[in-house]
């Protein structure tokens, strides 16, 4: 399974739906910033599941700030980042993965990409897909395995 993960859009849409079109994702998730262009995309490309959470700038409070997937046998969060102040320290996302027994944690909200492990779960930060470069990650689950990668459009 193929998983196109983007972040902080912030009204890009080309950038996000070229990078849907270069890799042929199984499922989409955008992790916030802004809502509506995730709601715009999956117009675009409504064969392809979308799961999304809303950013600090998306101003949704009736949207859960996070939401815990379970994809190929993996416990993934997508959540934004800010509520767990990702910006200042990894420790309460580390905590919380620990305490939610986590494979992966998606966020956004630096705008850096990342792809890391802290003890056994993945942190990945796939950058801004607003941004000009165009910053996405990639992550392929099969046979119980993760591949996580970090790319740009340009």
Not at 99 to 122: N, V
Request: hydrophobic fraction near 35%.
């Amino acid at each position: 399974m193929k998983l196109l993960v983007m972040s902080d859009s912030h009204g890009n849409v080309s950038n996000m739906l070229q990078a849907v079109e270069r890799e042929n994702p199984d499922v989409i998730l955008h992790l916030g910033d802004c809502w509506r262009d995730a709601e715009r995309l999956h117009e675009r490309v409504p064969e392809i599941p979308l799961y999304q959470v809303p950013g600090n700038c998306d101003f949704r409070s009736i949207e859960d700030s996070e939401q815990l997937l379970l994809l190929e046998g993996k416990r993934i969060l997508i959540c934004h980042g800010h509520t767990y102040r990702v910006k200042q320290s990894l420790l309460p996302a580390g905590l919380a993965a620990e305490e939610k027994g986590l494979d992966i944690f998606l966020f956004g909200h630096t705008h850096r990409a990342l792809c890391d492990y802290h003890g056994k779960t993945l942190f990945l930060n796939p950058g801004s897909i607003g941004e000009s470069r165009g910053f996405y990650g990639i992550l392929t689950l099969a046979d119980g395995t993760v591949d996580p990668r970090i790319h740009t459009l340009f």
